[in-house]
């Protein structure tokens, strides 16, 4: 019988019969009438096609399928109640962690590695907020927040930590590579360029195709086709579908180069070094709880590990 079919308030009457060996005794330990037990028995065994209760004028006496039946839906229910108190103890032990960080840095580089830190933290509970904006850090005996931020520091009134370097270059589908001309970085003035509209620091514009041609010598006197999207994450799957091109920051494309669903059309000539990083950012005073010192050394442990990837790997 498929589970949602399952009549659980009726198994539930009928392995309390059962235990007491009577309707009005386990009527009272579930707080109904005698009537709704012996209804509710009744039912189950119409649904099953099985006689669980012999009945008597001086009461009822479970037959031998019911005792078999009862000893399979208390172990049910036992293992049901175990299950429910581990997870409340979990609950209220856990330590909770509000991670906030840009959403394209959540998605494409974070969100593929946290499986294995949470595999082995079974008493961290981690919430993700996507949200560009730097939110102010802080930690408590039982909670935390931190933030991951793609920028140029120092950030005020916090620390922080660089995790990352970021280098752009241009990157596209295969199939645009092997059906288009390009073979010089002056080729992409003909392609539509893909851009995304990141939030910055005030003061600090974030680099763009305009900076990445002149890295590239490239006099620009025609404006290009641009298209323009608000989340990064739009702007690769739109590349990867061999709508045009988009100038992609290394760590949030590396995966993605990997497996081949993008390649860089100048192989490893002409990166733009960035300005910015991608830095975690902690509170400037307190004492950092364990479970946060233990995120925070796995985070350091992806990002050095990350680093450490030969570079041919992603070309």
């Not at 394209?104 to 969100?111: A, E, V």
Request: aromatic share 8%; charged share 20%; glycine share 6%.
């Amino acid at each position: 019988m498929r589970i949602e079919r399952l009549p659980l308030n009726a198994l539930r009457a009928f392995a309390e019969a059962v235990r007491e060996n009577s309707f009005k005794a386990a009527a009272h330990r579930l707080g109904v009438t005698p009537g709704a037990v012996s209804r509710q028995v009744k039912q189950l065994e119409d649904r099953l096609g099985v006689v669980l209760f012999e009945r008597h004028a001086n009461g009822v006496c479970a037959t031998e399928a019911g005792r078999g039946l009862a000893e399979d839906v208390q172990a049910g229910l036992l293992r049901i109640a175990s299950g429910v108190q581990n997870v409340t103890e979990r609950s209220e032990d856990a330590f909770r962690l509000l991670l906030s960080a840009p959403p394209s840095f959540l998605q494409l580089w974070l969100l593929p590695r946290l499986p294995g830190f949470e595999a082995n933290e079974r008493q961290i509970e981690i919430s993700l907020d996507a949200e560009a904006r730097l939110s102010p850090p802080l930690w408590m005996p039982n909670r935390a927040r931190l933030s991951l931020r793609y920028g140029q520091g120092p950030w005020p009134g916090v620390t922080s930590q660089r995790l990352l370097e970021d280098t752009l270059f241009p990157v596209c589908s295969p199939t645009l590579l092997a059906q288009e001309h390009i073979h010089t970085p002056a080729d992409l003035l003909a392609q539509t360029l893909l851009t995304v509209d990141w939030c910055s620091q005030a003061g600090h514009p974030i680099p763009s195709w305009h900076d990445w041609f002149k890295n590239a010598g490239v006099t620009i006197k025609k404006i290009p086709h641009q298209r323009q999207y608000s989340l990064y994450s739009l702007a690769l799957d739109q590349a990867m579908a061999g709508q045009g091109v988009v100038l992609a920051s290394y760590p949030l494309v590396a995966d993605r180069l990997i497996s081949g669903v993008l390649v860089r059309p100048f192989a490893e000539h002409y990166p733009l070094d960035s300005p910015f990083a991608y830095e975690l950012v902690l509170p400037s005073e307190g004492v950092t709880p364990p479970a946060v010192a233990r995120f925070i050394e796995w985070l350091e442990q992806e990002a050095a590990h990350f680093r450490g990837t030969p570079p041919d790997r992603h070309l």
